[in-house]
């Protein structure tokens, strides 16, 4: 059966830092884009960032850039992000995704269920 699990989130305070973890079961990740994303109360989901998992190549929304790093265990079948210097607006759940398409923010396969990221001041 095609599993998702995302771990990792927590409560932290301005500046802190979290990793979360994204481990897939049922499936490898070897043709697929694995994606983080993320929903704060009331608002739309958005992307976070991106790995292409068969070649490593990463993708970021900009508010991400040079924070967060997206990367990838072979041998777990697992993906992390890495988020540093968190802010209060990253509060939020934050799923992974896995799925095939043309586009690294395409989000239409698989859903793990989400884990909640506070970062109080």
């Known amino acids: 059966e095609v599993q998702l699990q995302a771990s990792g989130g927590g409560s932290v305070q301005t500046g802190g830092s979290l990793r979360l973890s994204c481990a897939a079961s049922?499936?490898?990740?070897?043709?697929?884009?694995i994606g983080w994303f993320r929903r704060a109360p009331g608002q739309a989901r958005e992307g976070v960032a991106v790995i292409k998992y068969s070649d490593g190549d990463t993708f970021y929304k900009d508010y991400a850039e040079g924070r967060f790093t997206i990367t990838r265990d072979n041998a777990k079948n697992t993906v992390y992000l890495q988020m540093n210097n968190l802010k209060p607006e990253d509060t939020a759940v934050y799923y992974c995704?896995?799925?095939?398409?043309?586009?690294?923010?395409?989000?239409?396969?698989?859903w793990g269920q989400g884990t909640l990221v506070t970062v109080s001041s």
């Open positions: 049922g499936f490898t990740f070897d043709d697929y884009y």
């Open positions: 995704n896995a799925q095939i398409s043309d586009s690294p923010w395409d989000s239409s396969h698989y």
